[in-house]
């Protein structure tokens, strides 16, 4: 089975450049998660979906940053304009969200996308 | 103070050796916990998963929590070369917030 799939894999880009990540969760998983890895703070959850709508946001750094979900298939993180400070690694996540412990899956991550911000 | 508390390490044993991986949490909350290892570029991927309090138990590997000590651990029997990476504990409430939070990670070094 597919995992969970992230484009691209490095993106190197000028300060001031808009910047798209792009995600494909695993089929049948009904929530998503962005989250951000630096040395200095590990891994930070910035948004997470449930069923498409964005149900928590409070880790998002500042209105440079937008996440979307058009559809169950596919999620962006958008940071326009980009700063150097944005330079990590972000990974997205997919888990299966149900009511008990036999119906949640726990979060499957991928590989990420390490982005420099010169 | 952080949430997760968890030993960056790095710590180096022998092949063949049993590893002791630790955390420790402040938010008596957490019921979900879980132990992930990642690779050098690569993402976080799954080991263990486990509920409320006790053991479970696969293959290499063992994991425990003590929810009245707020305290998880993971063991890996005869450890491998291959074992050498970073091992995240990760941790959610039961209802409400779903989002994980993450100790800092633990290199881990097998010496073949």
């Known amino acids: 089975d597919a995992g969970v799939i992230q484009s691209p894999r490095h993106e190197v880009t000028e300060m001031g450049q808009e910047v798209t990540l792009r995600c494909k969760p695993i089929?049948?998983?009904?929530?998503l998660f962005w989250y951000r890895q630096t040395m200095m703070r590990g891994l930070e959850l910035l948004i997470y979906?449930?069923?498409?709508?964005?149900?928590?946001d409070s880790g998002m750094p500042e209105d440079r940053f937008s996440a979307k979900m058009p559809n169950a298939s596919f999620s962006t993180l958008k940071i326009q304009p980009s700063e150097p400070r944005d330079s990590a690694v972000y990974f997205c996540?997919?888990?299966?969200?149900?009511?008990?412990?036999?119906?949640?899956?726990?979060?499957?991550f991928g590989d990420g996308t390490r982005l420099s911000i010169l | 103070q952080k949430e997760v508390e968890q030993d960056p390490g790095p710590l180096s044993v022998p092949e063949g050796a049993i590893v002791s991986l630790n955390c420790t949490y402040s938010?008596?909350?957490?019921?979900?916990f879980m132990w992930y290892r990642q690779y050098s570029r690569k993402g976080p991927e799954l080991l263990m998963y486990t509920y409320s309090s006790g053991n479970k138990e696969d293959g290499r590997f063992t994991a425990q929590v003590d929810k009245s000590s707020k305290y998880i651990s993971l063991f890996i029997r005869d450890s491998q070369p291959s074992d050498s990476a970073t091992y995240l504990c990760a941790m959610r409430v039961d209802t409400g917030r779903r989002a994980l939070t993450f100790g800092s990670g633990t290199r881990l070094q097998v010496q073949p």
């Open positions: 996540a997919s888990s299966l969200w149900g009511a008990d412990y036999y119906s949640n899956q726990p979060q499957h």
């Open positions: 089929s049948g998983h009904n929530s």
């Open positions: 979906f449930n069923n498409n709508v964005p149900i928590d």
């Open positions: 938010n008596s909350a957490f019921q979900y």
